[in-house]
């Protein structure tokens, strides 16, 4: 284990959060604990921005010197005293407020997030190919690594830039260069790093709202890291509900959810002692539904885990929009266009969830007490009109948050055109915005499965906020939506409907809206929406990447919010039980209320707990090799002679020169379009993956990003140069400017003998049955 790697980063996020420090303060005046936990993302947005940008003319170690002298800039002007700037003197800025004591907290939050996630990383450190997108993710890194310029060239189409959003692992390798990791360490610390940015910005989250609301801040924000970082959905919980029932009833309730899910009788009614971890992340058919603990067990560093820390930044600074009262014009537009910063480097760290963040600010200024046309000049003849009545004061608030919105969200756009026409736009490949049909609708117990904790949650806070007046038109608009929702095969209709029309309804109606019912309308919004239309491409089938990436969104806002609801439980029976009255039923109706509070949160917690308990237990017992953060090490234990050519080339070879490798599919022993994957295997172009050395035709996940004419030409063209006659041969190894070319067990299992001994091929390396040749381009 690299306990000096660990330390070592540990004082990194150190400095970056003591400079980002007073920039955090600035823009989370508003709020309890003045934003603390939101520093590091903060941070990081500003010095990967810059480095971004210049990256485009000049990428490498020093371009970070840009990055950080842009945030200790930015750090400086907030915390100097402006007026005193335009009188020519130099001094703090008064109002600049730093409470130490949530500081601390929030540091305390994530330094046990941060070693949490080491620990499990130390035990499955592995960027194998197999259930998952590691080769994917350390490509990328090793890629950014040896990249002169960005975007840096894709190490599984040589030649031409990435089409993936890459942003996440720039900060990764950023972080990398700060610290002075190699890439192989930093690949496990970078993503310990990003989990415990997003359980803090969780954490800092839930304890703002709990004590804007009047809760324990404390109790909401341990609440809310909790909910985003540890807990589960019910699938495990559910299935050991089960077996606790007499055995003549188990299986016929196993059997009807096996009809209606992706599991068979044996999972549902398997034992502890048959416990795996990845059962719980597939629950509605044709789909995935990761939490984040799931996530990081599995350990991807995938950019729709990248994105949550900044999804959750983007909310708080939606949170402190909503606090800020309307005549601090100023504070409002500032709080916007950090926004707008925030979602032009979200569009390269995760583009799926790019929306969320003009979606939670939309809801945020909508809801705010805070007029949205005070923030545009000179529209104060405009209130006179729409002010004077309710529906024109409405749809005035709609019509100016539509506006603004707009134009953060196309300031965000121009901010991340760089990405957009670079790695985004053409390329072949198509998507399709299409409908779903009732059959591919999730269903009512796979929804109560994933969800089943929030929905409980939520409900019970929206029945508190309604009232007993309120409530019982509501359950009668409940039934009605129900009895629809079940004529149609429309689940979401009748669970998740209510918590945005509600919501929206309860945000409008009281006197001192709260912000986590904020969150539960963004987080109810994105579920609906992926059950009535998705993204057809080819990155999975059907709705399958659709529901995965919009989910991973829904459990961070929605965790988020639960810490602040639950908190507020508490609160009211703590209330309920400190009253006194003269009456022995008011006592006992006291105790009651005090009574159920606790139980309820015990419920919920200890609900959504049992998944972690087994998962971690069961990851700390699988047989390991070593304790180590090495994500490559594996190489060497499992494929020696491979793992040591990989070495030779990833120490010996600079830049990007490009290797011919075997192509990502299966050889059919004609040259045709027919072609198997081969994905999340050793197999796999493990050469370019675990150097980033780019070959010509690597993983067919180009087939989404560039289309299947142009990578299924390379992969025709890759198999000539292997086994073509000499003059095709020498033609495309100059046409697509190869420098080496491997030959190791993979390329003998698909073509069989290699003619190698031809005057434009030297050997360069060898090591047991791999051989890396040099292409002599003089003697071509």
């Given at each position: ?89 130099v ?68 030649g ?18 700060l ?19 997003l ?12 004590r ?16 985003v ?11 050991f ?74 909310a ?10 309307e ?48 923030l ?35 300031v ?25 049909t ?29 009232g ?68 057809n ?11 995965f ?37 008011f ?35 699988t ?14 234990w ?143």
């Open positions: 284990m690299e306990y000096a790697l660990v330390v070592r980063w540990l004082v990194m996020f150190a400095a970056l959060w003591a400079v980002g420090l007073p920039l955090s303060a600035r823009l989370f005046r508003r709020l309890p604990g003045h934003g603390a936990g939101f520093t590091l993302p903060v941070s990081l947005v500003v010095v990967t921005l810059p480095v971004y940008y210049v990256g485009h003319v000049w990428f490498g170690p020093a371009a970070l010197l840009v990055g950080l002298g842009a945030l200790v800039a930015a750090s400086v002007a907030s915390g100097l005293d402006r007026t005193a700037l335009r009188d020519g003197e001094r703090l800025a008064s109002d600049l407020d730093i409470d130490r004591r949530a500081v601390a907290e929030a540091v305390a939050v994530f330094a046990l997030a941060f070693l949490f996630a080491v620990g499990l990383r130390a035990l499955d450190p592995a960027v194998h190919a197999g259930g998952g997108e590691k080769f994917l993710d350390f490509g990328l890194l090793k890629a950014l690594s040896r990249a002169a310029v960005l975007p840096p060239e894709d190490m599984w189409f040589a031409e830039p990435v089409r993936y959003y890459y942003g996440g692992h720039l900060v990764s390798i950023l972080l990398a260069w610290s002075g990791t190699e890439a192989e360490f930093a690949y496990n610390l970078a993503l310990a790093g990003f989990f415990g940015m359980v803090t910005a969780a954490f800092e989250l839930g304890r703002g709202i709990s804007a609301t009047g809760s324990s801040g404390r109790l909401g924000g341990v609440l809310a890291a909790f909910f970082g540890f807990a589960s959905n019910l699938v495990t919980a559910g299935r509900a089960l077996l606790g029932l007499p055995e003549s009833v188990q299986r016929p309730i196993a059997e009807a959810v096996a009809e209606r899910s992706r599991y068979s009788v044996s999972q549902i009614l398997a034992s502890a002692a048959d416990f795996s971890y990845w059962d719980a992340s597939r629950v509605i058919p044709g789909t995935i539904n990761e939490f984040p603990l799931f996530a990081w067990l599995n350990g991807d560093l995938h950019a729709h885990m990248m994105g949550t820390p900044f999804l959750l930044l983007a708080g600074l939606a949170f402190a929009y909503f606090r800020t009262p005549d601090a014009v100023g504070e409002r537009r500032l709080l916007v266009g950090v926004t707008a910063l925030v979602g032009g480097l979200q569009v390269v760290v995760d583009t799926w969830s790019f929306p969320s963040i003009f979606g939670v600010l939309f809801l945020g200024m909508v809801f705010a007490p805070a007029r949205p046309s005070t545009v000049p000179g529209s104060r003849w405009l209130r006179r009109f729409t002010d004077r009545r309710p529906v024109t004061r409405e749809l005035s608030r709609l019509a100016g948050t539509t506006a603004v919105v707009a134009v953060a969200g196309g965000a756009v121009v901010l991340a055109m760089p990405f957009i026409l670079g790695s985004v736009a053409g390329g072949g490949s198509t998507r399709t915005i299409e409908i779903l009732p059959d591919q609708r999730s269903g009512f117990g796979a929804l109560v499965l994933v969800h089943g904790a929030f929905l409980g949650a939520f409900a019970v806070h929206y029945a508190q906020q309604l007993p007046r309120r409530i019982l038109p509501v359950v009668g608009g409940f039934t009605a939506v129900a009895i629809v929702a079940a004529l149609h095969s429309f689940a979401a209709l009748a669970l998740v409907v209510p918590l945005v029309l509600v919501g929206w309804v309860v945000l409008r109606l009281t006197d001192d809206p709260r912000f986590d019912t904020v969150l539960v309308v963004a987080g109810a919004g994105l579920v609906m929406l992926v059950e009535v239309v998705f993204v491409e080819q990155a999975g089938p059907g709705r399958m990447n659709t529901v990436k919009t989910y991973m969104q829904v459990w961070v806002l929605w965790g988020s919010a639960m810490g602040s609801v639950l908190a507020g439980f508490v609160r009211d029976t703590a209330d309920a039980s400190d009253l006194s009255l003269p009456t022995v039923d006592h006992v109706r006291a105790d009651a209320v005090r009574a159920l509070g606790v139980v309820v949160v015990v419920l919920f917690v200890a609900s959504t707990s049992v998944y972690a308990g087994l998962a971690v237990a069961d990851h700390t017992q047989p390991r090799q070593e304790v180590t953060l090495d994500a490559t090490a594996f190489a060497e499992y494929h020696p002679n491979e793992s040591t050519a990989i070495t030779w080339l990833d120490e010996n070879v600079d830049g990007n020169p490009t290797i011919l490798t075997a192509p990502g599919t299966k050889w059919s022993g004609t040259v045709d379009d027919k072609r198997e994957y081969v994905m999340y295997a050793w197999r796999g172009n493990p050469e370019s993956s675990l150097t980033g050395v780019p070959t010509v035709a690597g993983w067919a996940h180009e087939v989404g990003y560039r289309g299947p004419e142009a990578y299924y030409g390379r992969v025709r063209d890759v198999d000539a140069m292997y086994v073509g006659n000499e003059s095709t041969r020498t033609r495309l190894v100059r046409e697509y400017d190869v420098q080496y070319v491997w030959v190791g067990p993979g390329e003998r299992a698909r073509y069989g003998e290699i003619e190698t001994d031809v005057p434009w091929l030297t050997p360069v390396h060898r090591s047991g049955s791999v051989v890396v040749y040099e292409v002599e381009e003089a003697s071509l």
